[in-house]
C-alpha cells in the first residue's frame, strides 16, 4: 500500500489518499474540502477511487466527501454512528468556521470496532475511538504498519475534546487501548500536522507518554 498526505482547507487538514500498488485501486481519508485538487491528484497518480473514509464527523474532515462520493459514482464509509448528530449538523458548522457550504450526509455504511475496509488487495482494520467526538475512528494497517487516525493523535499532542460531546477521559483511553497495543513501530498520520509513530508518542508526548 501507498500514501500521499494532501492538505486542505485553511486548517491544513491531512487529507490522505491510500491505494493497493498491484491494481491502483484506491480510497480517500478524509478529504475535507478542495475537491478539485483532490480529483487532480487521483488523475495524476493515475489512480481509480473506489471509497471514500470518514475517521469523524468535523467539517474540515468531511467537506468534499459529498462531492467526491458523487464525481467518481463511490459510497461514503465512516465514521462510527455516534457520529450522526455532527454530520446532520454541517451547515451550522459551515457558517460557524466560515468554511464552503457542506451539505449534511448520510453515510452508505457506518463502522464498527472490529470492521475491515477493503479495496485492491489491501485491508484496513477498523478501531473506535471516541474521545475527540463519540464516533471517531481509526483505520489501521497490519501489513504496511500504517494507522490513519484523524484527530486522536498528533506529534507532541492529542485532539480537542472542548466540541460538543468531546471527552477527554475517553480519548485518553482510546489513545492508550486501542492505539498502543498496534505496536510502537507504527507510522501513523494524523488530522493535522507532521506524522510520528505511537512509540515515538508514548516516549515523549506529555499527554499520553507512559509514566514509569
Known amino acids: 500500500m501507498k500514501y500521499k498526505i494532501i492538505p486542505v482547507t485553511p486548517f491544513q487538514q491531512n487529507c490522505t489518499l491510500l491505494w493497493c500498488e498491484e491494481t491502483k485501486q484506491a480510497v480517500i481519508v478524509d478529504p475535507g474540502g478542495e475537491p478539485a485538487i483532490l480529483s487532480k491528484t487521483i488523475e495524476e497518480l493515475g489512480l481509480t477511487l473506489v471509497k471514500v473514509l470518514l475517521t469523524h464527523g468535523h467539517l474540515d474532515h468531511v467537506g468534499a466527501a459529498s462531492k467526491m462520493a458523487r ?40 463502522l464498527d470496532e472490529g470492521d475491515i475496509v477493503k479495496f485492491g488487495h489491501v485491508e484496513l482494520q477498523v478501531r473506535h475511538t471516541p474521545g475527540h467526538t463519540p464516533g471517531h475512528v481509526i483505520f489501521f ?26 471527552d477527554y477521559q475517553a480519548l485518553i483511553t482510546s489513545i492508550r487501548d486501542k492505539l498502543w497495543p498496534l505496536g510502537n513501530d507504527v507510522q501513523f498520520i494524523p488530522g493535522h500536522g507532521p506524522m510520528s509513530t505511537f512509540g515515538e508518542e508514548r516516549m515523549t508526548n506529555p499527554f499520553v507518554a507512559d509514566r514509569a
Do not use: M
Open 71 to 110: 464525481r467518481y459514482t463511490v459510497p461514503i464509509v465512516g465514521p462510527h454512528k455516534d457520529d450522526a448528530f455532527l454530520l446532520e449538523t454541517l451547515l451550522e458548522q459551515s457558517a460557524r468556521f466560515g468554511l464552503e457550504h457542506c451539505t449534511p450526509f448520510v453515510p452508505d455504511r457506518w
Open 141 to 166: 494497517s497490519e501489513s504496511t504498519r500504517l494507522a490513519s487516525v484523524g484527530d486522536v493523535l498528533f506529534a507532541g499532542g492529542i485532539g480537542r475534546t472542548d466540541f460538543p460531546r468531546g
